[in-house]
């Protein structure tokens, strides 16, 4: 099961933190040293799109254009969590934010939607101009 919390309503140039939070399953050795934690987010009438993502050991990363030097993502072993840290937002940055997860050791077509079996509940960051 994953968590995510940390939305809000701020104005541009605010930052937020976003978390997401794994818990209640019990994942193999193997699962969790290999899984890949990403973030996407889906605006009203758009499609979703990726955001970021972070290999479970913390040492592969990717962002989406558009966030890319704004947004940070980072493991936080002992909580089984990610923190996705978001700066200078903009307008164009509201949405639902999801966090996902999956078996991915090669760290694969991260940015795909489809790679992913387990998702969270989703939180809204609204970005006011």
């Known amino acids: 099961q994953l968590q995510a919390s940390g939305g809000g309503l701020v104005q541009a140039g605010d930052s937020l933190r976003l978390s997401c939070a794994a818990s209640g399953r019990s994942f193999s050795a193997y ?3 290999n899984c890949v934690i990403s973030w996407f987010r889906q ?3 758009k499609e979703r799109e990726f955001v ?3 290999s479970w050991s913390g040492d592969r990363t990717s962002y989406s ?3 890319k030097g704004r947004f940070a993502i980072s493991r936080h072993n002992s909580e089984n969590a990610v923190a996705l840290q978001m700066n ?3 307008p164009e940055d509201t949405a639902v934010y999801y966090c996902a ?3 991915n050791p090669l760290f694969r077509a991260v940015q795909s939607s489809k790679k992913y ?3 969270g509940q989703g ?4 970005v006011s101009s």
């Open 31 to 33: 699962s969790r040293s």
């Open 43 to 45: 605006a009203p009438g």
């Open 52 to 54: 970021a993502a972070i």
């Open 65 to 67: 254009d558009s966030v």
């Open 88 to 90: 200078s937002l903009k």
């Open 101 to 103: 997860a999956d078996v």
């Open 117 to 119: 079996t387990y998702w």
């Open 123 to 126: 939180t809204q960051v609204t």
